[in-house]
């Protein structure tokens, strides 16, 4: 069976632009989570959904922002990137809003230059 | 809020070497605790998890106990290996506001075991 799968697996963008990285959970899985993981330090909560909805909202700037899709795959979009941007982009699923054990794809490595 | 600490590393061992890593944490309610492992080149992996107190998980030798009383969770092994050479994050689970749960990590605690 698959698992998470995320894309794409690395890219580079210029500071001020825009990128959408994006996921798939695992098969029978609800809800998505995003999670930022700098260099040497462990992932930071982003994002919850659950159903296409927020469920969660960690302390990010609203250029961060989120969506869920019917089938449960999800984007995450981070708007006038920052050089602090550049980081690990680790997608998890887990079977329910409340179901507390999180599964990850390998993510996507993101670097601003 | 809720938070993990965790102790720094390097810790480097000798193959068959007990390894302890140790992890305390802070919490309104009564968390569920995990630990994941990040093996070089890969993500994260759950590696154990004990969602109440007492509860020992265990998993490919290692294991840690909740203790609610120490606020603790620290991670076992009685013999590593040199496979075991990896970054390793304790982390709690925190509901959220509106209806979901987020997990918060500790920095992780990278281990290197010589042959």
């Known amino acids: 069976d698959a698992g998470v799968t995320q894309s794409p697996t690395h890219l580079i963008k210029t500071r001020g632009q825009h990128v959408t990285l994006r996921c798939s959970p695992i098969?029978?899985?609800?809800?998505v989570s995003w999670y930022q993981q700098v260099l040497g330090q462990g992932p930071q909560f982003i994002f919850q959904?659950?159903?296409?909805?927020?469920?969660g909202r960690g302390n990010f700037p609203d250029r961060f922002s989120a969506r869920q899709f019917p089938n449960y795959s999800s984007e995450l979009n981070v708007n006038a990137l920052l050089l602090g941007d550049s980081a690990l982009y680790l997608c998890?699923?887990?079977?329910?809003?409340?179901?507390?054990?999180?599964?990850f794809g390998e993510g996507s490595w993101l670097t601003v230059v | 809020g809720d938070s993990v600490t965790q102790m720094e590393g390097p810790v480097t061992l000798s193959e068959e070497a007990f390894l302890t890593i140790n992890c305390t944490y802070t919490?309104?309610?009564?968390?569920?605790l995990f630990w994941y492992v990040q093996y070089p080149g890969e993500g994260l992996q759950l590696l154990l998890k004990?969602?109440?107190?007492?509860d020992k998980g265990s998993n490919k030798g290692f294991e840690a106990t909740y203790r609610k009383e120490t606020t603790s969770f620290h991670l076992e092994k009685g013999s590593v290996q040199v496979s075991d050479s990896a970054v390793y994050f304790c982390?709690?689970?925190?509901?959220?506001?509106?209806?979901?749960?987020?997990?918060?990590f500790g920095a992780g605690t990278r281990l290197f075991v010589k042959a």
């Open positions: 919490a309104t309610g009564y968390p569920s």
């Open positions: 004990a969602t109440k107190a007492d």
């Open positions: 098969s029978g899985h609800k809800s």
């Open positions: 998890a699923s887990s079977l329910s809003s409340s179901g507390n054990t999180i599964y």
């Open positions: 982390a709690l689970s925190e509901f959220t506001d509106t209806g979901g749960f987020k997990t918060i």
């Open positions: 959904y659950y159903e296409k909805e927020e469920r």
